[in-house]
Every structure is written in C-alpha cells, then in structure tokens.
C-alpha cells in the first residue's frame, strides 16, 4: 500500500495523500489484532470482504482508518499511519487547524483522519469505488531501498512475539 494515493472526496472537494506508513494485523492469532477476541460488532469489517475500510474509534477521541485485505472469513486489515498530502491542502489545514503543515501534521493515524475528515460513516465502505467519497488509487512507485519496516507501534498490551513483528512499513522519502 505504501506509494498509493489515499482520496477523500469531502463537500465537493477531493482531499488526497500518499500512503508512507503502514502496520499490518492479522487474524484471530495476532494478539495486538482487534480480532484477537473473535468478531465483535466492533470489528465485524475486518471480517468481511477485502476492500473495505474499518474505521473505529479509540482512546474515546480519535477515528482510525484499516483497509481490510483478507479474504472474507479472515480478519486482517492494514492501518494508514501516515500520509504525505498532495491535494486538497486548504481544507485540510481547515480541518486540522493549528498544527497544519508543521513537521508531522500528518504522520499518525488520527492526524490523517481528522485532516481527511474520515469517521463512523466510512466504516464499512467499498475502498475500490469512487462512489463511497474514500477510495485508494494507484499512485507513486516506492524504491526498495526507501522502504523501512520496524516493529508496531503503541502495542505494549501485546506478548511476544506479536510485540516485536516487523510489520509496520515506512516510505522514507527524500522530498
């Protein structure tokens, strides 16, 4: 998912931002997986088909945005940690007011909800059709040798060796 342009149509504008970090979570099994207690209403996207967006809310303030990319039956989702902005900048600065383009303004997974104006409505939404408002197109090549994976982040609830996967992934950009 890394380089794909994640777009955002909101009051007529599109909003749009290249995917630069990413962390994977995979089924029942992954301990720091929502799905890790079985399906829930909760969680009931990340069961579904791949495609969809599960979008839920934490810590009572922030929305996060998951694509889900198993097959239906197999709960697995990709969260989008962070994205560079490319369209739609004046409304995200709206959006996100205050901290608009200072160092970071979009490098964590409710920064990037709030500056796209993504919610509750989105969860459940099909990430391959435009008609929805929220979808994913093709967008930069990443080079390899770009690319940094690490462990997850914020996931200190979790054992070994769920703790310490590699499966979150940066684009380290020179721009």
Known sequence: MLGCLLVRRWEGQRLAGLIVEVEAYQGVDDQACHARAGK???????????????VYFTYG????????????????????????????LELM????????????????????????????????????????????????SVP??????????GIGYAPEPWLSLPWRWLWETRA
């Open 40 to 54: 829930t209403a909760r969680n009931a996207v990340m069961f579904g088909a791949p495609g969809r967006a599960y």
């Open 61 to 88: 303030m922030h929305w996060m945005l998951n694509l889900v990319c198993e097959t239906e039956g197999v709960p697995a989702a990709v969260l989008i940690r962070a994205i560079r902005p490319v369209e739609g």
């Open 93 to 140: 600065r709206v959006l996100r007011p205050n901290l608009a383009e200072k160092s970071g303004w979009l490098n964590g997974p409710a920064k990037l909800t709030q500056a796209l104006a993504i919610g509750r409505e989105q969860n459940g939404v099909d990430v391959c059709s435009k008609e929805n408002g929220l979808w994913v197109e093709k967008g930069a």
């Open 144 to 153: 390899e040798g770009e690319v940094r994976a690490s462990p997850r982040v």
